[in-house]
């Protein structure tokens, strides 16, 4: 807090100093060149970010489809809707 407090002391005792300053004239032009500067840098990042996005998705569907095809122990099984499917039969059959 002692902080704030010497800063508003300070600006009480200068009041005088800030209240007949006057920005040049260029100040505004100035201004805005530099938010336009600040603005493209920001959006320069996003080819950087499409980029990432595109590597990610390519590296994400070929894990999937090396995985699907070369990896998963249980390709060659019957899959869970046959599985389900014949228990269902096998019930049906046993009511009969």
Same mark, same amino acid.
């Given at each position: 807090?002692?902080?704030?407090? @010497?800063?508003? /002391?300070?600006?009480?005792?200068? %009041? ?6 006057? +920005? ?15 603005? %493209?840098? *920001?959006?320069?990042?996003? +080819? ?13 569907? @070929? #894990? *999937? ?7 998963? /122990?249980?390709?060659?099984? *019957?899959?869970?809707?046959? /599985? *389900? #499917? ?6 049906? %059959?046993?009511?009969?």
């Amino acid at each position: 807090m002692q902080s704030n407090d @010497a800063i508003e /002391k300070f600006f009480r005792e200068n %009041r005088d100093k800030f209240s007949d300053y006057c +920005p040049r004239d260029n100040h505004l032009e100035k201004f805005f060149y530099r938010l336009n500067y600040k603005i %493209r840098q *920001i959006t320069s990042i996003v +080819p950087h970010l499409i980029r990432v996005l595109v590597t990610t998705v390519f590296v994400f569907a @070929a #894990s *999937i489809l090396i995985w699907n095809t070369f990896i998963r /122990k249980d390709r060659h099984e *019957i899959s869970l809707q046959d /599985k *389900i #499917s014949l228990v269902i039969s096998k019930i049906k %059959r046993l009511s009969n």
